[in-house]
């Protein structure tokens, strides 16, 4: 077992003292035989999933409108953008 943490401490380069190996050690036992239980759980028959609960979609669909309020709305918005081009909000360039 201090084989194997020094060469887990030789791989991500770590330096420790001979005291913390020994604290390392004995936290890496102690996964390992918790590891061990999580393996002997029997998952035959359980359905793999991604989520526990249904995900759905909650964007609606982008739909051209004629109502009225919602153009007006919208020339309200533009209208009051600092800067506008051809009926659109300008804003300054992110990519160059």
Do not use: C, H, W
């Not at 759905?56 to 309020?69: F, G, Q």
């Not at 709305?73 to 804003?91: Q, R, Y």
């Amino acid at each position: 077992m201090k084989i194997e943490i020094e060469n887990i401490l030789k791989l991500a380069r770590i330096e420790i003292d001979e005291k913390e190996k020994k604290e390392i050690e004995k936290d890496f036992f102690s996964i390992l035989k918790f590891v061990e239980k999580i393996e002997k759980v029997k998952t035959e028959g359980v359905k793999p999933m991604s989520y526990p609960i249904d995900v759905y979609n909650v964007m609606r669909e982008d739909k051209k409108t004629n109502d009225k309020n919602q153009i007006v709305n919208s020339k309200k918005l533009i209208s009051a953008a600092p800067e506008t081009k051809d009926g659109f909000v300008k804003v300054k360039s992110i990519l160059e």
